[in-house]
C-alpha cells in the first residue's frame, strides 16, 4: 500500500509520466504475485500441518496401520496405529497417540495440529469431548487413539 501511494504521489507531482493509478495497480500485481509464491492467504503453518499430515498418510497408510477387522495376526512394522471401515464406508485410520505426537505432527505443537485438525474435520473427537476416541484394539485392548477420517486425502 505505501509504494502504491508513493508512486501515485509521484505521479501527482509529474516525476514518473505515468498515467494516474498505474503505480497502484503495479503495486496490486506485485503483491498478488508475492501471495501466490507465499502460498495464499490463512494461516502458514496449519497449510504446512495438513500437507505433512496428507504426505504421511499417503506414504505409510498402506504400511504402517493393521486392519481392526483382520481375522488374523499381522506382522505390521513400526505401526502406527489401525484402520476401519468408517459409517460411509471410506477407511479411517485409528493413530496410536505416541505414533501422532512422534510422526505424524512431528515438528508442531501436538495441541496446535489437534486444534487445526478438528477445525479442518480431518479427525473425528469422541464422545466425552476429548480429541481422541478409545475403540477396541487388536492386541492392545481399549487404547486412546486419534480417528482419520478421508478428509485429509481430498485437501488439496
Known sequence: GLVAVAGELATHYGLT??????????????FAAWLDSFG???????????????????????SRFEDVAAPFDQRIVNRAGF??????????????????????CAGFDPKAATRCLLAEGWIVPGGDGRPTQKPRLPGIGTARVYVFTNKWADAE
Do not use: I, M
Open 17 to 30: 509520466g505515468w498515467p494516474e493509478g498505474e503505480a497502484t495497480q503495479a503495486a496490486s500485481r506485485c
Open 40 to 62: 495464499g492467504t490463512g494461516n502458514r503453518e496449519d497449510r504446512a500441518l495438513l500437507a505433512q499430515v496428507r504426505g504421511f498418510f499417503e506414504t505409510h497408510g498402506a
Open 83 to 104: 484402520y476401519r471401515s468408517g459409517a460411509d464406508g471410506a477407511r479411517e485410520f485409528l493413530v496410536l497417540t505416541e505414533a501422532f505426537k512422534r510422526d505424524v
